[in-house]
């Protein structure tokens, strides 16, 4: 388990990382959410020692995080840290070396990352030719090579267009049921719903919420469901409608109920219309639960 317990950081008189508390359990993902400048980075740079706290403790599995555990972290920075003359492969090599590995396991490891994230046709060439996507590729491998039981990656999903973001969703949620706890951070708020067991809100250094996420999620429910008929249908004055869009086939409108108003009459009364499609319960997405925090 990864522990965050009461870190500060300080840049001269700024608080960057303001009494951050955090816990993830081994084998979860944690989303770290925040706006540009929230904190998240310097957070994470905590985490993979590349820095260290003014104040509080980081410890993971029980053993405080420094450079004793180092081979146990794999941290991918949003700025990518690869050397543009090298060639792909001899990039990765060093890099795994690095990481404490023998020159034949290295190889191996090398090979096997590259067969799965399709670049073996581009060992040979230099950072400098790839493209931003292919870069971010070799950058991921360089993480995860070693597999490190604690994964940090900052903005991961960054230049890659959907058929590889999804490769690369795929790998993580692999490093996760193979036991890694991994922090990830991102904009993108339909990766966080389906990849993430847990999240946390960073605004202005403070956290603001943390928590699994459908709990989060269920915790700003409205009282507001999404009714879809098959055609138009009048909707009774007495139930408050939100919005109507239409749809494929028919109409939904989201309706509000008040605190007087049974979601059981509201469900009879869509059922007896003979017109009824779907009715659901509108839950919060992410998205909307981060821009209510952050503005």
């Avoid at 816990?23 to 957070?43: C, D, F, H, M, R």
């Avoid at 708020?189 to 699994?212: R, T, W, Y």
Wanted: net charge neutral; aromatic share 8%; with cysteine.
């Amino acid at each position: 388990m990864l522990r965050i317990s009461h870190v500060y950081k300080y840049f001269g008189d700024i608080c960057v990382n303001d009494d951050i508390s955090l816990e993830v359990q081994s084998g979860k993902i944690l989303g770290l959410l925040g706006p540009n400048g929230a904190g998240k980075t310097t957070l994470m740079r905590m985490l993979s020692t590349v820095t260290t706290p003014d104040r509080g403790e980081i410890i993971f599995n029980n053993v405080p995080v420094n450079q004793k555990i180092v081979s146990k972290i794999g941290y991918m920075p949003e700025e990518r840290g690869l050397y543009r003359k090298m060639t792909v492969v001899d990039q990765l090599l060093y890099f795994a070396e690095l990481k404490g590995m023998s020159r034949s396991q290295a190889k191996e490891n090398v090979k096997h990352w590259m067969n799965k994230l399709e670049i073996v046709s581009w060992a040979d060439k230099k950072m400098e030719e790839l493209s931003k996507g292919m870069a971010q590729k070799v950058q991921f491998i360089s993480t995860i090579l070693h597999k490190p039981e604690f994964l940090i990656l900052d903005e991961p999903f960054s230049g890659f267009d959907p058929v590889n973001a999804d490769l690369v969703k795929d790998l993580i949620i692999e490093l996760k049921n193979e036991g890694a706890t991994i922090i990830f951070s991102t904009h993108r708020m339909d990766n966080v719903e389906e990849l993430c067991d847990q999240i946390a809100i960073i605004h202005q250094g403070k956290k603001k919420l943390d928590g699994e996420i459908s709990e989060v999620r269920r915790s700003f429910r409205q009282n507001e469901f999404d009714i879809t008929f098959n055609k138009d249908t009048n909707v009774p004055e007495i139930y408050n409608i939100q919005l109507s869009k239409k749809e494929l086939i028919g109409k939904t409108h989201r309706i509000k109920l008040g605190e007087n108003q049974d979601s059981k009459e509201l469900m009879n009364w869509a059922f007896n219309t003979g017109n009824l499609i779907a009715f659901k319960e509108h839950i919060p997405s992410m998205h909307q639960i981060f821009v209510h925090q952050v503005t």
